[in-house]
């Protein structure tokens, strides 16, 4: 059975809908896929075509949105669990600031693989961008994150989760540029 | 039904360990087809049972394809037991009701 086709299209968007801790989504996509192709094999076993079969194993699967949604959402604090953590770690308050190099466009190598740190979704190399974690004031450490751009905010709120703010800490930095 | 699911696929998997695509088709064909569910629903519920202790799963090479097997617990099998009593009685209370005069 071909992964390409209508299963390959369903699971770009349950992949996309699915938002819970990074190991448990690689086993539930892992599991969803399997379950599908083998249900198109069954229905292939049955005469019917390949794209038929995996367009009725979608259809008998139910849609993928809910059928992401069904698995649940990771709350606020879990999802920013790594991010947390690290926080936790810092001295006082902080602040993210965009790396030098991730001021104009910064993009992870077309060869590799990342997963953002804050949602915990693969992240695309022209989707990605990495920032530090400052404290304010003094600096006496930082830390490097790959996040989505939909995931900070380059407005100048602080660790945007979604258009929801995670967090505030300090004022925006003046002289952040869009 | 929530419930009732959670009782079908403890049942389906106390003859024997099976991944989800065998396990939803048991519940079809067991049910002469009367729960034909959405079979989404399947998985999360799977692993709200493994997440209490009623089942345990692990990945497994299957017909040359690495599927996730499920298979239940000795709390599961308590789980299940507790279960059947009590739909028992609740069917044989409705019966009861329902075929009084």
Redesign the interface.
């Known amino acids: 059975m071909s992964t390409t086709g209508p299963i390959e299209a369903y699971m770009a968007i349950f992949a996309r809908h699915l938002a819970v801790a990074p190991r ?1 989504r690689r ?2 996509l ?3 896929e ?2 599908l ?3 198109a094999e ?1 229905l292939v076993a049955k005469g019917r075509t390949e794209t038929d079969a995996q367009r009725q194993a979608i259809e ?3 849609g993928p949105e ?2 992401a949604a ?3 959402t990771r709350p606020v604090g879990v999802l920013c669990r790594g991010v947390f953590r690290v926080l936790r770690r810092l001295p006082g308050r902080w602040r993210p600031t965009l790396t030098p190099a991730a001021e104009s466009e910064h993009h992870l190598d077309p060869g590799c693989s990342s997963m953002c740190d804050i949602c915990g979704r693969d992240v695309a190399p022209a989707d990605s961008l990495v920032t530090d974690l400052s404290a304010v004031g003094e600096v006496a450490s930082h830390v490097t994150m790959v996040v989505h751009r939909a995931c900070y905010d380059l407005g100048g709120a602080i660790l945007q989760l979604r258009g929801t703010p995670v967090t505030a800490a300090g004022p925006p930095p003046r002289d952040r540029t869009p | 039904m929530k419930g009732q699911l959670d009782f079908m696929l403890l049942a389906v998997l106390r003859t024997g360990p099976a ?3 065998v396990i939803i ?1 048991d519940i079809k064909r067991r049910s002469g087809g009367v729960f034909d569910l ?4 399947v ?2 519920a799977l ?1 709200r049972l493994e997440t209490k202790g009623l089942l345990r799963s692990e990945w497994a090479e299957v017909n040359g ?4 097997v499920y298979d239940v617990t000795t709390t599961g099998r308590a789980a299940l037991h507790d279960q059947r009593d009590a739909w028992r009685r609740f069917s044989s209370a409705v019966s009861s009701v329902g075929e009084s005069p």
């Open positions: 448990r086993r539930i892992e599991e969803t399997g379950h192709l083998d249900a069954g008998r699967y139910g809910g059928a069904s698995f649940g | 991944y989800g695509y088709e959405p079979e989404s629903t998985y999360p692993h394809r690495r599927r996730r």
